[in-house]
């Protein structure tokens, strides 16, 4: 990892220009998709540098940089009760595309296992406020804008395209196409979702949420997709919290068929993570999201009527070397 480090302290040397970068500093981290490191400059301040490792990667910092405005100004102006990622400047990368590098937000991580009960009602607080941005912040940055049937075919063309691949259970294809068909289920209004939340990319500080970053999925879509990192690691009393919570500050009664979109996103998330693997071609990526189908598959027929879902952790393999 130290000569990963060395390479991103460089790019912030070279992308931050007049800024005196005297060390570097956690976080360091590879993942399939980017290598991310910290620095330190000589006023105390400290950067992170982003690198996207392959051009889906790249794309989607190019995304979350282009909503970046949008959603600063949500903050400054009180719309949003957390902070953003605040790009500061870039540096282009060999297979084309960006490394950001933005000053490090405030807070840190936590194990949703540790989740209090004040916690979840700040998580449904700040679900609740980006729920109800105006979606013009997110058309204005060029990202998808889905209406209810617009995710139905979005959905449906992936479907398509799990099965082409062979490699996803027949009776799970099947399930996904009913709920798909299932006019019930999306009689919804789409909003400003992040779509890839997860505990890597919600920091807290003093029981709070007090950042959120990763919005380089982000799209107008179902309000359903954001909760599916909640309901696969809360149990059900702290969900119930953080529900209320946010139907209290979308100041609107609960949308009905919430939880079972949610389960819909959470079983899908491994054939999109299958879907990835293919992608970037990544094998390991692959096997994983195969095996963890065959499981939910056996494990729905174990109990079909059971509707809470397994509870699924997908962690992505590390891998290591120099980008440059």
Request: no cysteine; charged share 25%.
């Amino acid at each position: 990892m130290t000569q990963t480090s060395l390479f991103l302290a460089a790019i912030a040397v070279s992308a931050l220009g007049d800024v005196e970068i005297v060390a570097t500093r956690p976080p360091f981290e590879s993942t399939p998709d980017y290598h991310v490191g910290g620095v330190l400059d000589s006023q105390g301040r400290h950067w992170v540098v982003k690198y996207p490792r392959h051009q889906l990667a790249g794309t989607a910092l190019e995304a979350e940089a282009s909503l970046a405005g949008g959603l600063i100004d949500a903050v400054d102006r009180g719309a949003l009760p957390f902070d953003v990622i605040r790009p500061k400047a870039f540096s282009t990368v060999r297979d084309g595309g960006r490394a950001m590098v933005y000053r490090e937000p405030y807070g840190r991580s936590i194990d949703l296992d540790a989740l209090t009960k004040q916690g979840a009602q700040s998580i449904g607080r700040a679900l609740g406020a980006l729920h109800e941005l105006d979606p013009q912040i997110y058309a204005s940055a060029g990202v998808p804008i889905y209406d209810a049937e617009g995710l139905r075919r979005r959905l449906q063309t992936e479907l398509e395209d799990v099965a082409l691949t062979r490699m996803a259970p027949s009776s799970l294809l099947g399930r996904w196409d009913a709920w798909i068909a299932e006019d019930l289920l999306w009689q919804i209004e789409t909003v400003p979702v992040h779509a890839d939340m997860d505990e890597d990319n919600v920091l807290w500080a003093n029981g709070q949420v007090s950042a959120i970053s990763g919005f380089g999925h982000a799209h107008v879509g179902d309000p359903a997709e954001d909760f599916v990192w909640l309901a696969n690691s809360l149990d059900d009393d702290l969900l119930d919290v953080v529900t209320e919570s946010y139907a209290m500050s979308r100041g609107r009664g609960g949308d009905a068929h919430l939880l079972e979109r949610v389960l819909l996103h959470s079983e899908f998330a491994l054939a999109r993570w299958l879907l990835h693997g293919t992608r970037i071609e990544s094998e390991e990526i692959i096997q994983e999201a195969r095996d963890m189908l065959v499981e939910l598959d056996e494990s729905i027929a174990a109990d079909p009527h059971e509707m809470t879902g397994p509870r699924w952790q997908m962690e992505e393999p590390t891998s290591g070397g120099s980008p440059s």
